[in-house]
């Protein structure tokens, strides 16, 4: 039996819209899979770097997983409330002969904004690089500090 279902799309029996969606999902990763010059943007794992950012009473901390970039491959920037880490990733290219079975790991340009909670004091921003991960020392202006206020 075939009734109208949500957005006035046909719905079969006890199907729904997410499995109707789902079933195309793995149609169109099927043809993605065959289709031999894929732009390899599609099949990426997400955006890059990966970010944290906290904070404790005097700084924000921002951390970005780098594997294999070089600090002097990197730029970072602070303007306003925000953070730009820009660079460029390298890896070791494996011969026109290599065929591969599953390639996740791209090389190329990067850049990543990052917003940060308050306000920052961009004169005193320190940055180390360490087993491939970034961190980036934040510390908040004055103004953005919490105050001890006394109670008389």
């Known amino acids: 039996m075939i009734y109208r279902g949500l957005f006035n799309m046909p719905a079969f029996g006890g199907r729904n819209l997410f499995s109707e969606l789902e079933s195309m999902r ?14 390899r943007a599609l099949a990426g794992a997400g955006v890059f770097p990966l970010v944290n950012v906290t904070e404790d009473a005097d700084k924000f901390y921002l951390r970005a997983e780098l594997p294999g ?18 660079g460029e990733r390298k890896i070791a290219e494996q011969g026109a002969a290599a ?3 599953r390639r996740e790991r791209e ?8 917003q940060i909670p ?14 491939g991960i970034l961190t980036v020392a934040i510390p908040k202006a004055e103004a953005a500090k ?3 206020v006394k109670v008389n």
């Open 146 to 148: 919490p105050r001890q």
């Open 118 to 131: 308050g306000e920052i004091d961009a004169d005193r921003i320190e940055a180390n690089l360490q087993n």
């Open 107 to 114: 090389a190329g340009k990067f850049s990543r904004i990052v």
């Open 69 to 86: 970039v070089k600090s002097d491959a990197l730029d970072i920037q602070a303007t306003g409330k925000t953070i730009a880490i820009s």
């Open 26 to 39: 793995r149609r169109f990763d099927r043809m993605m899979s065959e289709w031999p010059d894929a732009p």
């Open 99 to 101: 065929r591969y079975h």
